[in-house]
């Protein structure tokens, strides 16, 4: 049984390590379609397959890796003593540290 938060913490982070792969497909979605149109960010000056490849990429990875986090994370939360609030935002937070450690080096 599972009672400290440092078992949430573990798992989340060694899901973190795939949800690189997701997080980056999102981020350059953002930043070469939505965020670009009002000129916050600088569209990818060769990306001109348009928006819809992009999706049929994105879509289903994502998918699969929420699948993936939310099958490991709900038997997780019932055998922790966490508050459910607390849980689900280290649930959240946790697999972003890999991302942002790449984004330091």
Excluded: Q
Excluded at 25 to 49: C, F, I, Q, S
Excluded at 50 to 67: D, Q, S, T
């Amino acid at each position: 049984m599972a009672k400290h938060w440092w078992a949430p913490f573990l798992v989340n982070l060694l899901l973190g390590v795939p949800a690189v792969v997701p997080i980056w497909l999102v981020w350059y979605l953002l930043v070469n379609w939505p965020l670009a149109e009002p000129g916050w960010t600088m569209r990818e000056p060769t990306e001109n397959d348009g928006m819809a490849l992009w999706l049929v990429i994105v879509v289903p990875v994502v998918a699969v890796f929420g699948l993936i986090w939310w099958l490991v994370n709900a038997p997780l939360r019932r055998r922790t003593a966490l508050a459910p609030r607390s849980f689900w935002l280290l649930c959240v937070l946790v697999p972003l540290l890999p991302t942002a450690a790449l984004l330091v080096v």
